[in-house]
Nanobody, 125 residues
Framework: QVHLVESGGGLVQAGGSLRLSCAVS????????MGWFRQAPGNKREFVGA????????NYADSVKGRFTVSRDNAKNVVYLQMNSLMPEDTAIYYC??????????????????WGQGTQVTVSS
């Protein structure tokens, strides 16, 4: 059974940066998409960004475009979420997720089959 383990969360001031990592416990197939989602208290889990493992193509939520970058390291089997210009409204638990054998880049929670445990990101004003 595959495991996803996030790390890198923490407390940062507004305008600062954080990089989250998600380690995948088994080799990633070429048709895999790795996504990042977040959930703030009282809110639904929402799509942040994702990357196709084979091509490196990415897709982002409008709220993070130009500030967040998703990337992957094929050799290490790790996906990253670089977050710059953080704002208090970015405060949430951030989750990585995996979907195998898919075309395109899904943006819905239900499209992803494997989830990490989440890491807390808190942005102070």
């Amino acid at each position: 059974q595959v495991h996803l383990v996030e790390s890198g969360g923490g407390l940062v001031q507004a305008g600062g940066s954080l990089r989250l990592s998600c380690a995948v416990s088994e080799r990633t197939e070429s048709m895999t998409v790795m996504g990042w989602f977040r959930q703030a208290p009282g809110n639904k889990r929402e799509f942040v960004g994702a990357v196709r493992w084979n091509s490196g193509s990415t897709n982002y939520a409008d709220s993070v475009k130009g500030r967040f970058t998703v990337s992957r390291d094929n050799a290490k089997n790790v996906v990253y979420l670089q977050m710059n210009s953080l704002m208090p409204e970015d405060t949430a638990i951030y989750y990585c997720a995996r979907r195998n054998s898919v075309f395109g880049i899904p943006t819905t929670v239900g499209a992803y089959t494997t989830w990490g445990q989440g890491t807390q990101v808190t942005v102070s004003s």
